[in-house]
């Protein structure tokens, strides 16, 4: 199994579970979103809580950071914009009549989703929404934005911002199975995606590649044109419910109820790893520098060379499930409904990967000759490797 971590510092100032975790474009700070219904705001230099926005009336369920202003969403149907550096809440959103679940901000615009079955953008530096995007039978759960201007050659001259709105395209997946495409200057929808049986709770987007991955409750993980809308594939292996999807070098992992992590390639779904370590639902992926790191209802994070599929550190501490995660100049913060921030040093998870990388070849070509694979590892935890190649490897047990 691999080798546990202690955290370098566990941050306990909020009250209540931590929802959400952003880390600001220039990696100068992290904001928390908290159950506690505050903010805050730590450096990542020193990992020093810097601020506290207070104002909301019940829990966050989503932040987001940019390098001079802070956005939290909240079960009080608001969302707020802060000042980084005095704390001051600049602007109050209000127009949604229940939980506001997720935020989007691009340049400008702010984008929300909702429990009250609706999404809606709204222009940063005003309070009231300048779009409202209709048609889900229930709760948005997730959301992404692409621009035609992504998937077309760019249009010569400049443009001004009607022209530029006109090209973007706001993504909305629902409890009601359906994802939905949106025109944002018009809020007319454009597609309607059908196919999923249940919920639809995670959505990433390769704009450059035209296609958009999504996630449901219904065991399945759906690849679309985003384009024609053509549904282009059907992923069926998992066996519980897509919580969480991320897309690196059209490699797309999959995070899943059914306590697995699986690895496809974009462009067949074919499988090409299933990381079986984990003891509860996976509930959140960061990929980074060949590294995956999967948050886990264990309130364990995990560390797994994409390369070789080989789990290379445990980090335990947390009491709940792990909300979030990010990485900043090797530092690991994860997030957790325990209420703490944790930060963990991962920089020697490169060097020790490569050393276990060259064992594990070294014991596969001596077992090779033996013919059997299993007698030198014990199949309790570990990962099963499809190679593309072809064929099934056998799971071995992560050291």
């Not at 904001?31 to 805050?40: F, H, K, M, Q, V």
């Not at 049986?197 to 690849?223: H, K, M, Q, W």
């Amino acid at each position: 199994m691999g080798g546990s971590s202690s955290a370098l510092k566990v941050c306990t100032d909020h009250q209540g579970g931590i929802n959400w975790l952003s880390l600001s474009p220039d990696g100068q700070w992290l904001l928390t979103g908290s159950e506690d219904g505050t903010a805050r705001l730590w450096s990542t230099a020193d990992s020093q809580c810097r601020g506290h926005f207070q104002g909301h009336e019940s829990y966050i369920t989503f932040c987001h950071l940019e390098n001079e202003a802070a956005f939290t969403c909240s079960a009080d149907h608001t969302i707020r914009k802060w000042d980084v550096m005095t704390g001051q809440c600049l602007a109050v959103y209000r127009g949604h009549t229940s939980i506001v679940n997720r935020i989007l901000v691009s340049k400008d615009y702010l984008f929300s989703g909702s429990y009250d079955r609706t999404a809606r953008c709204w222009s940063v530096d005003k309070e009231k929404p300048i779009q409202e995007f209709r048609g889900h039978r229930n709760c948005v759960l997730t959301m992404a934005l692409y621009s035609s201007k992504d998937l077309l050659e760019n249009s010569e001259g400049e443009e001004s911002e009607e022209e530029k709105l006109s090209k973007d395209f706001l993504v909305t997946g629902s409890t009601d199975c359906s994802v939905k495409v949106w025109w944002v200057s018009s809020g007319r929808c454009h597609q309607t995606l059908l196919g999923h049986t249940g919920a639809v709770l995670c959505l990433i987007l390769d704009a450059p590649n035209r296609e958009l991955f999504s996630g449901s409750t219904d065991y399945t993980i759906r690849t679309w044109n985003i384009v024609t809308g053509e549904q282009l594939r059907v992923i069926k292996e998992h066996q519980g419910a897509i919580i969480c999807l991320e897309l690196v070098n059209r490699r797309l992992y999959s995070g899943s109820a059914d306590r697995t992590v699986k690895c496809w390639l974009a462009d067949t779904g074919e499988r090409v790893w299933t990381f079986k370590a984990h003891k509860h639902s996976v509930s959140t992926l960061k990929y980074h520098a060949g590294i995956l790191f999967t948050g886990s209802g264990d309130a364990c994070v995990r560390a797994f060379n994409t390369k070789t599929g080989i789990l290379q550190r445990v980090f335990r501490g947390h009491k709940l499930v792990i909300n979030c995660i990010q990485i900043h100049n090797e530092l690991l913060y994860t997030a957790s409904h325990d209420g703490t921030l944790r930060i963990w040093d991962v920089r020697p998870l490169g060097k020790r990967g490569k050393r276990r990388w060259k064992k594990e070849r070294s014991l596969q070509g001596r077992s090779a000759q033996r013919g059997s694979l299993s007698r030198l590892f014990n199949n309790k935890v570990g990962c099963m490797g499809h190679p593309e190649g072809g064929g099934e490897q056998e799971a071995v047990e992560l050291m």
